[in-house]
């Protein structure tokens, strides 16, 4: 069987998620409107797991 745990994004997509993050964080936080969170993977079990970008 093989082994069904996931890769971690590329650097390239890695960047990109913080410089979206950046821009919501800014947009959030003079809007008054919500905050920005950075979230680590979460792991439900070693078949059923997410990477979000932006929570």
Known sequence: ???????????????N?????QQLDIWSESNN???SIISPS???????NVCPDVV
């Open 33 to 35: 409107l919500g905050e």
């Open 42 to 48: 979460i792991i439900f079990s070693e078949s059923d």
């Open 1 to 15: 069987m093989e082994n069904s745990r996931n890769q971690s994004p590329p650097l390239s997509r890695l960047i």
């Open 17 to 21: 998620f913080w410089e979206n993050f």
